[in-house]
T-cell receptor
Framework: GAGVSQSPSNKVTEKGKDVELRCDPI?????LYWYRQSLGQGLEFLIY????????KSGLPSDRFSAERTGGSVSTLTIQRTQQEDSAVYLC?????????????FGNGTRLTVT | EDKVVQSPLSLVVHEGDTVTLNCSYE??????LLWYKQEKKAPTFLFML????IEKKSGRLSSILDKKELFSILNITATQTGDSAIYLC???????????????FGQGTILTVHP
């Protein structure tokens, strides 16, 4: 596809369960970002992948959160033992590193609701 | 600590009004500043600014960057109800170490335009 694709678009889960959110970036984009957005709020940085470099995990809020990026393309964000405060929209974005400055392109997000 | 601050956090105007949204930042190794508009789902890209004093314009929207004073403004003239959205400012910078090309967002400005 032409844009960033995220799945599922909505996820309702019970407190304590694990969830996996998927992001398929734009083909050829080497940088991939995950952000979290609570209702009416700005975007909170979670994790960032750039090519084969070690990811920047500085935004992950706890060790229940982890992310992988396989083959430099698809990424999966995993939240273990979900809590109600994890409820938010999780946005994935990708960008090219050519040119040096290039904008982020966002997916439509996954709305996670923890009951 | 690297940060991006937007003001005001919310703004209510009537159609035809002109609005100015502000974004200030403190980051090391600045690359560029980006503005996004977010309605229901994914933020959509508006402008990327890399040089001071050069106005970017698209229809009724315009933006300018001041790299000495570390801020940017986004102007919207003759506002319409379709301009109602969250406007997000983000700064792309090199965070150092193994992390580079990091993008940090401000809290966003919620703009509501009444008929």
């Amino acid at each position: 596809g032409a844009g960033v694709s995220q799945s599922p678009s909505n996820k309702v889960t019970e407190k304590g369960k694990d969830v996996e959110l998927r992001c398929d970036p734009i083909s050829g984009h080497t940088a991939l970002y995950w952000y979290r957005q609570s209702l009416g709020q700005g975007l909170e940085f979670l994790i960032y992948f750039q090519g084969n470099s070690a990811p920047d995990k500085s935004g992950l809020p706890s060790d229940r959160f982890s992310a992988e990026r396989t083959g430099g393309s698809v990424s999966t964000l995993t939240i273990q033992r979900t809590q109600q405060e994890d409820s938010a929209v999780y946005l994935c974005a990708s960008r090219s590193d050519r040119p040096y400055n290039s904008p982020l392109h966002f997916g439509n997000g996954t709305r996670l609701t923890v009951t | 600590e690297d940060k991006v601050v937007q003001s005001p956090l919310s703004l209510v105007v009537h159609e035809g009004d002109t609005v100015t949204l502000n974004c200030s930042y403190e980051v090391t190794n600045f690359r560029s500043l980006l503005w996004y508009k977010q309605e229901k789902k994914a933020p959509t890209f508006l402008f990327m600014l890399t040089s001071s004093g050069i106005e970017k314009k698209s229809g009724r929207l315009s933006s300018i960057l001041d790299k000495k004073e570390l801020f940017s403004i986004l102007n919207i003239t003759a506002t319409q109800t379709g301009d109602s959205a969250i406007y997000l400012c983000a700064v792309l910078y090199d965070a150092g170490g193994t992390s580079y090309g990091k993008l940090t967002f401000g809290q966003g400005t919620i703009l509501t335009v009444h008929p």
